[in-house]
């Protein structure tokens, strides 16, 4: 390798990494911005935004999906009776309502969410504990 070859790859080495630096600040600024933004619907370091749509039961096929729809709508009909004048429980009773496949409300009160976050949380649990075991 002559001497000219040598110094080229010198610096072709630092603007490599020069460049891959800047792509990462970008990655981590484009983060911060959705983490900071809390009008964004999707936020990936909430815990309720890793929830799959495939820890939720499906209607039609299990009994515990149509036991969970029926629970969450009661709850946002007895909302809507006993706190008719009170607007937070109005809203939750909307979101409630509004739930669905793939349009979750992700809310800690509805039935349906609840319950696929404990599915979800268990499997993850469970594979950790037997990584433990080894
Ligand atoms: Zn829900």
Not at 90 to 108: M, T
């Amino acid at each position: 390798m002559s001497t000219k070859q040598k110094q080229n790859l010198n610096r072709a080495k630092p603007k490599a990494e020069a460049n891959k630096k800047i792509v990462d600040v970008d990655v981590f600024r484009k983060v911060v911005e959705t983490m900071i933004n809390s009008t964004s619907p999707f936020n990936p370091a909430r815990l309720s935004d890793q929830i799959p749509e495939s820890s939720y039961p499906v209607e039609g096929w299990s009994k515990k999906a149509t036991k969970l729809m029926r629970k969450r709508e009661a709850l946002a009909a007895w909302l809507r009776k006993k706190f008719k004048d009170d607007q937070p429980s109005l809203a939750l009773a909307d979101k409630l309502e509004n739930c669905k496949p793939n349009a979750r409300c992700k809310s800690p009160a509805c039935p349906e969410c609840a319950y696929a976050t404990k599915q979800w949380l268990t499997g993850i649990i469970k594979k950790y504990l037997e990584g433990q075991r080894r």
